[in-house]
């Protein structure tokens, strides 16, 4: 199994830099490459160009260090301005060579900074061990450093928050990748009143292939660290108009649970509903459906997460019969919008699964007799949808006549449009819907 070891000299001042720790550092790099017989670790030795004096010091150390640099045996200096910016280089390096496991070997005083860094940049798919770093700078080391070890050290509020600020504005100044930032709209959702979208995988971050650019999503199980999605909303919602810090999505757990804003907030919900105006609401997809509600007379909208479970257990119309109860809706004033989802021509179901999106609509279904069939969520949602009240005509999905206007294309047939669990696996991206009504 592959492993990274990154060795953290960023702590070190060119002034400490000298022929003691020059040895320090040879003999730390020998001990690496014997720590495994069977592996030879990628090692990184990273340094920060400082902004301060010594700047003939800090030249000489690091053209000092450049003389071990070595790729060939799989050993890189880099020499970046931040910590964050040597750390988003090697987290790049690791994720094409698929590296998970990564030792960090650094002074005892960095390491609290260093823990939060990755926490900030990385996510639980690595594993992370820690190991001191002995480098003799001079006759007090010995003396500094076992002062060190029995000092429990620390960061403050202030200390994180810097942290993080340093991570914010790194990432608000790297490029879009994949093009520009695209979202696609509704001509059924009145504009005047509502604010609303789908996004695609263009103009974001997220550099993963599976996960590039524009993932709105972070998980546990996926590459793409939760500040990496905040800056691809943070760039979304400049691009919308609306506010970030008012923004909420549905915590996705595929039945048909709706939160109405304002009230006790569930543990798990995939549908919002709400009437208060600048406050956006979003449902992600990656294959389910974001399904978007607006109702122009009363003014309220909702956002839903249709997966096939949720989709049989009629989540869209709890959204509709949430929207009716709490907001005085009449069903026949609602427009809903089935953004990009995977269409029948992708998915498949066991046919146990099948037979029950068959008793809704035998059209749901294709290939009925085969072990897999191909199923249509779409049309079970628009079934549903009718049966519940919704006037035809203001459901719009992949029936629509007018091609041009046609938002409900398949994510998995558009892998350069869209993210897809059935095309791409486990490490997929996810796109979102996300209505608000305007002030």
Known sequence: MAKAVIIDLCSLRASSWNTAAQESLSKTLEAVGEDDAFHTPFVYLICCRSLQTERKNEDVFHMQ????????????????????????????KLDEKGISHVQIILPLQGKPSMREFIGQLFTSVYQFEFKDLQVNCGEN????????QNELVSLTDQDVEMIQTEIKMYLENLPGLKGEL???????????????GFTTRAGGISYIPSLSSFNLFSSSKRRDPPAVVRENLRRLAIAAGFDQDTYHTVKVNHASDV??????RPDSYDGIVTNQRGVTIAAPGADCIPVLFAD???KACGAAHSGWQGTLLGVSMAVVNAMVTEYGCDVKDIRVVLGPSVGPCCFTLPQESAKKFHRIDPKCVRRYESSRPYVDIRRATRVFLETGGILPENIQDDSIMDQNQNLTLCTSCYPDKFYSHVRDGENFGTQIGFISIKD
């Not at 003389?67 to 090697?90: D, M, N, R, W």
């Open 65 to 92: 260090l450049q003389s071990f640099h070595c790729p060939q045996k799989g050993l890189e200096v880099v020499c970046a301005q931040s910590t964050v910016a040597a750390l988003y280089y090697i987290k790049q």
């Open 141 to 148: 080391h010995l003396k500094k450093s076992t002062k060190l």
């Open 182 to 196: 695209t979202i696609l709209k509704s001509l059924l959702i009145p504009d005047h009143i509502f604010q609303h």
């Open 259 to 264: 939160w109405v804003m304002g009230k006790a």
């Open 296 to 298: 122009p007379v009363k």
